[in-house]
């Protein structure tokens, strides 16, 4: 069971995809990225009041926090199966 801030599902083995630090105003944003897959269950969200879910080639039509940009263009980099 991965158990994140954000969300709670379970996943097979997650694998590492980024980890950027990002400077704003208010702090400094630690933000760690996993490739997973879902396999059981719905994601709970507990900060965030909703979940959208994306194809790959619409991933860039969302207004990114610039903290999720080095992510998102990773993942674009990545075939998704």
Known sequence: MTRGRFLRFQTQEPSPCLHPVYEYDFGIVHLTTYYCKLVEGNPVLSEHVSIKWLAPDELKSLDWAPADIP???????????
């Open 71 to 81: 992510a998102i263009e990773k993942l674009l980099m990545k075939p998704f199966k």
